[in-house]
């Protein structure tokens, strides 16, 4: 039975932190585009987000104060 997982779910942790790193900048970017996260990321120097530990120090949102924005 061939397996339910692609090459890219089953990705050794050094590969995905990688694909992590290469992707969050570009995708922080994009965030602080649009109007809902603008003003909560403003400061943020999307370059500088490149791993798990730096995602982890931006501000926590929850739904509920972005449904006015």
Avoid: H, N, W
């Amino acid at each position: 039975m061939p397996s339910p997982y692609d090459a890219f779910e089953t990705r050794c942790p050094e590969a995905r932190a990688a694909d992590l790193a290469k992707a969050l900048p570009a995708q922080i970017a994009r965030a602080q585009a649009s109007a809902g996260l603008a003003e909560a990321l403003a400061g943020v120097d999307p370059a500088a987000i490149t791993d798990a530990r730096a995602l982890a120090r931006l501000p926590v949102l929850r739904k509920s104060a972005l449904v006015g924005a």
